[in-house]
Each structure stands twice: as C-alpha cells, then as structure tokens.
C-alpha cells in the first residue's frame, strides 16, 4: 500500500492545472487556486483520503495524460451508417457488430465503450425519469459541422402527466422534457456545455436554445449559459416516436446528449426548502462567532470584534433573510430570496462575497442574524460581533460626525431683526418718536408698528413746513439781527438734516 501511495502521489505532481482540477472536483475539494496550490491541496487529498476509487481516479487521469501505445484501439464508424440512439440503449453502450443490432429500423452503430457520464444535478430542475441516458455523440465524417439523432418514445403515463402539470407562466409548463449536453467524461460529474454551432431539431422544427449573454467588459468574450434545453412544446405527446437532431461543431472534443422527464422548481420553491430544511440555529451560530474570535496564544494580532454588514452585496440594500454557504469561512450574509432569484435567471451558484461556489445544498439561513435585523433599526447599518458571542450595533460615521458637530455649535440667543435694538437703535435715541416728531422740529405722520416700531410718513413737504416755522419764528426775534447777518439760502434741501429711521 505504501507503493501504492507513493506511486500516486507521483503521479499526482506530473497534473496538468485541469487535472488537478478535476480529481479535486470529483473528490468534492474545491478547484480554484493557482497551480501550486492544487498541488498541494492534491497531495493532502491523496495522503488523508487515500481509498482504491481515489486511486482509480489518479490512474485514469495519469494515462490520459500518458496514453500508452498498446492500451485500446477506438472502433471506427462505417461509413454513411446513420447514428441512432434509443430510450432502450443501457447507459454504457458497448460495440456491437455492423447491421447485427437495430433500433426502430435504424441500425445502431459501432461505437467504442464510453464509461457512464454522470451529468451534475441541478437545484432547478427535479429528474422524474431518464428518457435517454448520457450517450456520446459520433461524428460520421471529418466536417466540421455534424448532425446527430436521438430517437426516444413517450408512455401514454409520461405524456399525461406533461399534459395535465400546471403553468409557471404562460406555455411553460412545470412538467417538462429536456435536453442535456455535457462533455463525455466519466471521472466526477459534468456541468451542461453546448457544442459550438449548436442547433437542436425537434420533429422537423427547430427549438430555442439559450443565446449569449453581453459582456460589459471591453474584450470579453460573451458567455453563453449551457442550462437545459426545453424541447417540450414540439414533442408528440403520445406513444409516437419523437426524433431529435444536435447540429454541432466538430473540433476534437466529445460530447455526450442525455433526455430526461423533469420537474422544474421556480426560485420561490426552493426558498420553501431553504426555510423548511436549512437554518442554523442563532446558538450554533454564535458558537461559530466564539470559535472565530477565540483567543490563539500563537497570533501576534488579538481579534476582538467582527463587523458584519447589514447591507446584502448583491443589490445594496438591507438583508431580508441572511444566507451564507457553509464552507465559506466569512461571516457576512447575503440576502437569500435575490440569491436564488438571480440563480434563476443567470445560474453561476457563486458566493457574492468571496466567489467560491455556493450551490444550493451547502446553503443556509443564519438564525442570529435574523434575530438582529429583527432588533435593530433600519438605519443601522452595520454590527460588531463580540468575543462572547454578543454583539453592538455601528453607527454610521457620519451621522456621528453630525451628532459632534451639534454637541460642538454653541447656543446663541434668537435675536428679533424687528426689534430697535437689533439694528443698533435704541427707542430713546430714535430721531422719530412714536407721536411723529423729531428732534429738530420737523412734523410727520408716524404710528406705532406691530413690532414696536414707527411708521412715518416721508411724503410731507418738510421744506414747506420747515419755511412755516422760520416765518414764525423770525418774527418774534429782534430785526436789527436779520438785518446784520444775510438770509439763509432755500434753493437746496439738506437731507441730512431730517433723516429719520424707519423699523
């Protein structure tokens, strides 16, 4: 066994990046990382885990690295024999001889053993049951464009079931047949991957397959979303043979097409299940909270608090329900009802957070946290995980910042503009008093203001008034004087003489 071991651990390190990727994935380890990095997470993997079917796994992949000259010879297809394939063919198909073996009066043809192709199962879509197992497409010449066929059957069951499973919206029922395309590989599960060139022909009609989606990104290439294809609305709902066609484009890859009768799930089911079967408790959780602000003598830096965002990362508003996948090691949530609704439309199953995968079944609802965004106030956006597993909110800086600067504004006292005093007057000082006259003699019409004021009326004829009082004034003094000295002159009027201030 220790040869056994160190052999594998050999082979291991002679990995290409997409080996090492694909022995971690089909040992449920994750895949992401630079070389180096897979390597030593392989070696780990292979040293702790060590079991005949990790081995066999190792062996496959080391001699489809270094194929040996005498291993298999591939059966080649006759040529101009049509491929067919039937609900009736096994999982494995094996060679059979030419024109001995025939399927609804088509003959089969001759194909090298291909290992069972285990496609991934996916959170949207129920399998009930398999119309045609993952078979492998055969190229039957060398152009590059080639069309396959695969001949399947309904039960009278299978087609009333279609016909009677409710609507998820209009023409989309919740009973469906779809077709699934993966790489032919037999070594972990495989993702949908659409063939270049692809074209799918149901009875004669052509069906939709997924388009593109548009980059934002200048010179990134589009991606095209490899999901099932729905290939119902052009079945024959009945025991009649339906007959599809894949055009696809040959360019050295294998594929591998599978029919299955399916169930599909909308984003609101699968938040039923995510309630009913995957919440941690708010004691589990802040046993988690603890282990990772537990003091470790080894560290130089002393953790005492974690901050938790209250805002979800995928649509920058306030949690609904919290949800984080179990083998992320952050503590940060992301609103699960968004999660899976975008899942729906576009499935990458990744975390929002830190990009690791998410998928559905490692999903769960954080119970403690749920309880906060209960507690708290909608303002709070942000909290503090403590050691002891409680926690505080944390306030925005900026509403701190305003709350200083108002403790820090000094209290001044209101002051009335319509006050006297308040345009540096005084009532005692005013050259208009409250009856309308002023100081120097000078008559107008004043009245008291509601602010304590006086209104005076500037629309007098001063001067005239002004002439009157001279007049009376000079005739009661001495004429020796008037004579002596030269009369005043009246051509001007000198406004600076009777200003009076209006409030």
Known sequence: MAAELV?????????????LQTLLASMGRSKSGLKQDLVGRALRLVQTEYSPELLKNVRQLYESRFPKTSGWLAARRPEGLPVAYSSSLSSSPTATSQGADYLNGI??????????????????????????????????????????????????????QIRNASELRAGIKSIQVVLRICYTDSIGVQEDQY??????????????????YPSNKPGVEPRRPCRPVNITPWLHLSTVSNRVTVTWGNFGKRYSVAVYLVRVFTSADLFSQLKLCSVESAERCRERIQDKLRYDPESEIATTGLRVSLICPLVKMRLGV?????????LQCFDAVFFLQMNEKKPTWTCPVCDKPAPFELLTIDGLLSEILKETHEDIEEIEYLTDGSWRPIRDEKERDRERERSDTPDYPVVDICAPEAN?????????????????????TAAAAPGGGAVVDLTLDSSSEEEEGGVAAGDSEDTEDSTDSPAPKRGRYNY????VTAY
Do not use: W
């Open 7 to 19: 052999e594998a651990m050999n082979m291991v390190k002679s990995f290409r990046v997409s080996d």
């Open 107 to 160: 003959s089969k043809p001759i194909a090298a053993p291909v290992a069972e192709v285990k496609p991934v199962p996916l959170p949207f879509y129920q399998n009930l049951e398999t119309l045609l197992p993952p078979t492998e497409l055969i190229a039957q010449n060398n152009e590059k464009l080639q069309d396959s066929q695969c001949i399947f059957e309904l039960t009278q069951s299978q087609a009333d």
């Open 195 to 212: 063939p270049p060139n692809i074209a799918v022909k149901v009875n004669q009609s052509y069906c939709h397959v997924p388009g593109y």
């Open 322 to 330: 919290p949800c984080r996948v179990l083998t992320c090691a952050h």
């Open 424 to 444: 540096g007057h005084s009532p005692a000082h005013s050259s208009t008093s409250l009856t309308g006259k002023s100081t120097n003699g000078s008559v107008g």
């Open 496 to 499: 600076d003489k009777d200003l």
